[in-house]
T-cell receptor, first 112, second 116 residues
Framework: QKEVEQNSGPLSVPEGAIASLNCTYS??????FFWYRQYSGKSPELIMS????GDKEDGRFTAQLNKASQYVSLLIRDSQPSDSATYLC????????????FGRGTSLIVHP | EAGVAQSPRYKIIEKRQSVAFWCNPI?????LYWYQQILGQGPKLLIQ????????DSQLPKDRFSAERLKGVDSTLKIQPAKLEDSAVYLC??????????????FGSGTRLTVV
């Protein structure tokens, strides 16, 4: 059973701070990693993908991948109230199944 | 480009009744997925289609759930009979390719099902 673990939160940060969201996964052979943002009552939208160890930056978002430790994180710099949402980590495993497994998501609250 | 279209947006039914959801993927997207998202959980894949063929339906409760994509475009997901635990949001997603794709999905707006 491939598992993706996230702290459900909520994670509360003040406006302008850095929000750090973490995700661990069980399948060591996982190849692709995604972060989705889901506003309340809305469907998930893809915000970042990462495939190699290290950091990947896109605007205020940075995804970090450490395959040896089996974790992937998402940093949001200069957090805004509009970033308040649930952030879902999704991991695509290896071995013939290319269906990503989603974590339960971390609720982020950015307060003014 | 138009997004993934789903209908209805909301549905309330009594247990043991049947219900059907419809999805129209992004034009040209060969792969279509149906996910179930229970409140407070991440999406769980129910079934994946590549064109009009089923790629993965290992997590579809086949005694009550069925899905089809007859012409390789639109898809319907049916539940018959519904149970209380089927209350969830049913998300349809599409992507350009399956298999070794490293691309994320585009999700539709979902159908929120409440079984009472």
């Amino acid at each position: 059973q491939k598992e993706v673990e996230q702290n459900s939160g909520p994670l509360s940060v003040p406006e302008g701070a850095i929000a750090s969201l973490n995700c661990t996964y069980s399948d060591r052979g996982s190849q692709s990693f995604f972060w989705y943002r889901q506003y309340s009552g809305k469907s998930p939208e893809l915000i970042m993908s990462i495939y190699s160890n290290g950091d990947k930056e896109d605007g205020r978002f940075t995804a970090q991948l450490n395959k040896a430790s089996q974790y992937v994180s998402l940093l949001i710099r200069d957090s805004q109230p509009s970033d308040s949402a649930t952030y879902l980590c999704a991991v695509k495993a290896s071995g013939g199944s290319y269906i990503p497994t989603f974590g339960r998501g971390t609720s982020l609250i950015v307060h003014p | 480009e138009a997004g993934v279209a789903q209908s209805p947006r909301y549905k309330i039914i009594e247990k043991r009744q049947s219900v059907a959801f419809w999805c129209n993927p992004i034009s040209g997207h060969a792969t279509l997925y149906w996910y179930q998202q229970i409140l407070g959980q991440g999406p769980k894949l129910l079934i994946q289609f590549q064109n009009n063929g089923v790629v993965d339906d290992s997590q579809l409760p086949k005694d009550r759930f069925s899905a089809e994509r007859l012409k390789g475009v639109d898809s319907t997901l049916k539940i018959q009979p519904a149970k209380l635990e089927d209350s969830a949001v049913y998300l349809c997603a599409s992507s350009t390719s399956a298999g070794n794709s490293n691309y994320g999905y585009t999700f539709g707006s979902g159908t929120r099902l409440t079984v009472v």
